[in-house]
């Protein structure tokens, strides 16, 4: 059965240095995988998503996530934090064999951004 | 950019009454969907719905749940009898194609956050 698990509850960076979000999936196939976001009080907004085109995929805000198969992972990155950046980061893969592709959420990261 | 729309923002309810959540999807979509999160805990998967019938559903959406498309805009989840352990954030959201495939993307909602006393 698919699954995602993001290995940090609560990741804390300064703004202007590197984010790193870790998401390992387990599936028995290659799967897609989304990474979405969520700011206080706004929706699920999907940030990039990974259908086996290419393994390094850029999504919006400056955003972009690398599919390992070797490492069953889909890491989320970003060069430069921004103070805009701090939101939950969900890691997400639809659950295979689903008729109408019901989603399966990772457990959240916070992240916080300091000045 | 057309979004996913709900409503109420939140919503208090004494436990065993109906609640009824709305939603309005965006508007050239097929594929609606409900999600909840209890706080501290994963987002979860309810139940799909297309072309007026309910497509999937989980082990979650027993028959206390209800979803129906009442006209051409609105998609709205009932629980008719709510539990304590119903307090969470439910999420809508639609796609425009069926996600069999894996890469459809679905379109969430804010979220309505319902409390039951």
């Known amino acids: 059965a698919q699954s995602v698990t993001q290995l940090d509850s609560h990741v804390s960076v300064s703004e202007g240095t590197p984010v790193l979000l870790r998401c390992n999936y387990s599936s028995s196939y290659s799967p897609s995988l989304f990474w979405y976001v969520q700011h206080p009080n706004k929706g699920l907004q999907l940030l990039l998503k990974y259908t086996s085109a290419a393994t390094l995929v850029k999504g919006i805000n400056g955003f972009e996530a690398e599919f390992k198969k070797s490492e069953t992972s889909f890491h989320l990155t970003k060069p430069s934090a921004h103070m805009s950046d701090a939101a939950e980061y969900f890691c997400v893969v639809p659950l295979q064999g689903g008729s109408q592709g019901n989603l399966i959420f990772g457990k959240g990261t916070k992240l916080s951004v300091k000045p | 950019e057309p979004e996913v729309t709900q409503t109420p923002s939140h919503q208090v309810t004494q436990m065993g009454q109906e609640v009824i959540l709305r939603c309005v999807p965006i508007?050239?979509?097929?594929?609606f969907y409900w999600y909840r999160q209890i706080l501290g805990q994963k987002v979860e998967f309810l139940v799909s719905?297309?072309?007026?019938?309910?497509?999937?559903k989980s082990e979650i959406f027993d028959d206390q749940f209800s979803v129906e498309r009442p006209d051409g805009s609105n998609f709205t989840l009932k629980i008719r009898s709510t539990k304590l352990e119903d307090s969470a954030m439910y999420f809508c959201?639609?796609?425009?194609?069926?996600?069999?495939?894996?890469?459809?993307?679905?379109?969430f909602g804010p979220g309505t956050r319902l409390l039951v006393l």
């Open positions: 508007s050239n979509h097929l594929y």
């Open positions: 959201a639609s796609s425009k194609r069926s996600s069999t495939s894996g890469g459809e993307t679905q379109y």
């Open positions: 719905f297309y072309n007026n019938e309910i497509s999937e």
